[in-house]
């Protein structure tokens, strides 16, 4: 056993100092001892284990949340820092290549070791006299940038079908390779993939896409044979030529986009999707040239479908659609004031930035070339001028609403709505009309059309 300089927080001490006075053992273990060793910022949440039983900890320590009981993990709180605490197990069998079905709580870590995804992940540390354990050599691993399995990957993988996208997931947070014989495994254990949540699936997926460098994952999950699994919908990107000044083919374009854009999911993922509808929507002309008119409106229903089936929450499905549906705009100071309100009530206010990072990130990964936000600063500056004019933008800031309506005798429902939007319209075009006498006699000289009578 080797000793290396782990500087323990004082309370991790603690427990391991409590659990020995009642003659247990506490070791650090995985995520926060692997990004120690890597210099990565690794105090604020500590994986241990031991071979007290959670019913044991919850007895021992004050504050104690039963996270996970069911699995042998309970969390410790202790000031600016949790701590899960799992109980040292071998599990027995993965009858359905989820979860384990039984956990069978042993008493020594190098079984827990074992039973540990990664090599890097299946190290331990003693707290109180400094061994470092190491069984599956997780520090040459780290020292090779190399993703391993313990033990045989096949094997490893057909237990449980989360471990491979795991492997991809630290290999583009980390930036490291996975080993050839565990690489080599991903497609062969491809079956018991297929069995995993697509909750858990998509949870690896977005920590891929807020990772560093989201094009290496990406490119991983395609080499391996998972992301056509995961999103069929990206596949048809590949080798599908572009024009203009785009260097890459669609789906190697999208990887780079998300590269390029900043770390927020929803922008990650408009970036991931922005253009995947390009495929469907090419026209080839006689002359070879291609279109792709309305690509993105098929990109952002086709970016619905997937993260539905991925199980994304609907707000953030409908922010992700929204952005991708706007990303085509295409602005020169020729644009009227008018085409400029429209543009921004379309858009939403709110979403006026977030369309923007799209829009660096989609032209940063057209050459591969570093976001440069200073190209939208003309259409920046004026519409911070249309804004600083408190013109009307929306339908919220039209001087009259349903009440008004309903009382010059416009019924409420789908009618009133076509009739509101309708004025706003008119004030995008001419802010000066967003009077309520006004709109009130525009309304009532339109309510005809719409089946309304005096
Ligand atoms: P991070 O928390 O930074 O995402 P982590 O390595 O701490 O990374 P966790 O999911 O918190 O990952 O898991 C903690 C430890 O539990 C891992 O380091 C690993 O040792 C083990 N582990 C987690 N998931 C699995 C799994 N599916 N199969 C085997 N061991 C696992
Ligand atoms: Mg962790």
Known sequence: MNIIPYRCPGAVKDIARRLAHNGRKAFVV?????????GRDADSDIDMASDASPEEILRLFPRVVPTGIKHGTVTILVPGMSIEMTTFRAERSYKDGRRPESVEYLGDIESDLARRDFTMNAMAFDP???????????????????????GDPYERFSEDGLRPMRAVRFAAQLGFSIEE????????????FKKVSMERLRDELGKILLSDRPSWGLSLLERTGLLKLLLPELSAGRGCRQKGDHSFDVLDHLYYSVDAAPKILAIRLA??????????????????????????TISASMASRAM?????????IDEVAHLIGHHMFNYSDEWSDAALRRFVAS???????????????DTAGTKRTAPDPRNLDPLRRRIEKLL????ALGLKDLKINGNDLAEAGIPRGPVMGKILAELLETVLDDPAQNERETLLRIAGGIKGKYGIED
Do not use: W
């Not at 539905?308 to 953030?316: F, Q, T």
């Open 30 to 38: 995985g995520g926060s001892l692997r990004d120690h060793l890597l």
């Open 128 to 150: 109180l006299n400094g061994d470092f354990i190491d069984p599956f050599d997780g520090r040459g691993d780290i020292a090779r940038k190399l993703i391993r399995s313990v």
């Open 181 to 192: 014989a565990t690489f080599d495994c991903i497609p062969r254990t491809i079956e018991t």
């Open 271 to 296: 970036a991931l999707f922005h253009d995947v509808g390009k495929p469907e929507a090419m026209v080839e002309t006689e002359e070879g040239e291609r279109h792709f008119h309305r690509h993105e």
């Open 308 to 316: 539905k089936r991925l199980k994304y929450p609907n707000d953030l």
């Open 347 to 361: 858009v939403g206010r709110e979403n006026l930035e977030s369309l923007f990072m799209l829009r660096c990130a």
């Open 388 to 391: 600083a004019q408190d013109s």
